[in-house]
C-alpha cells in the first residue's frame, strides 16, 4: 500500500526554521514525483515544492514565493523527502501536506495551479504557525 506521513510541523517566529519530513512506502522514488503543498485558511491547496528522480539526476521545482527560502530534499535509503524551510513569514503559516504523482506528470512537477489535481496518493498534513 502506498502511504506517506508528513511530519516537522510546529509554532516559530517569523525569521525561524523548520524542517519537514515526509516519510513514504508503497513506491520507488525513481518513478515518480513526491511534492509538497500548502492550504491556509480559506485559500486552495498550492505547490510549494518538488522533487524527482530519473535514473538518478534529482530535478526540483519551488513556487515563487518561497524560492530561496526552502529547500526540497531527498534520502532514499530512509525514504524520505525534507522540506527545509529558513526565513518564516506569517504568510506560510498554514497545512503542510507531501503528495506522490506515480505518473510523474510534469503538470504535477511544475507545481500549475491545477497540480494538485495529479496526485496520485496524499499524507495527512501537518500544521505550521508563523508568527510576526
Known amino acids: 500500500d502506498v502511504q506517506?506521513?508528513?511530519?516537522?510541523?510546529?509554532?516559530?517566529q517569523a525569521g525561524?526554521?523548520?524542517?519537514?519530513?515526509?516519510?513514504?512506502?508503497g513506491f520507488t522514488f525513481?518513478?515518480?514525483?513526491?511534492?509538497?503543498?500548502?492550504?491556509?485558511?480559506?485559500?486552495e491547496r498550492e505547490g510549494v515544492s518538488s522533487i524527482s528522480s530519473?535514473?538518478?539526476?534529482?530535478?526540483?521545482?519551488?513556487?515563487?514565493?518561497?524560492?530561496?527560502?526552502?529547500?526540497?530534499?531527498s534520502d532514499a535509503a530512509k525514504k524520505t523527502v525534507y522540506l527545509q524551510m529558513n526565513s518564516l513569514r506569517p504568510e506560510d503559516t498554514a497545512v503542510y501536506y507531501c503528495a506522490v504523482d506515480l505518473t510523474?506528470?510534469?503538470?504535477?512537477?511544475t507545481l500549475n495551479s491545477r497540480a494538485?489535481?495529479?496526485?496520485?496518493?496524499?499524507?495527512?498534513?501537518?500544521l505550521v504557525t508563523v508568527s510576526s
Do not use: M, N
Open 54 to 73: 530519473d535514473g538518478g539526476i534529482i530535478s526540483t521545482k519551488y513556487a515563487d514565493v518561497v524560492q530561496g527560502r526552502f529547500t526540497i530534499s
Open 104 to 109: 510523474s506528470s510534469s503538470w504535477f512537477f
Open 30 to 43: 525513481d518513478d515518480c514525483v513526491i511534492a509538497w503543498f500548502h492550504q491556509a485558511p480559506g485559500k
Open 16 to 25: 525561524g526554521s523548520l524542517r519537514l519530513s515526509c516519510e513514504y512506502s
Open 4 to 12: 506517506l506521513q508528513a511530519s516537522g510541523g510546529g509554532s516559530v
Open 116 to 126: 494538485s489535481s495529479y496526485a496520485s496518493y496524499w499524507g495527512k498534513g501537518t
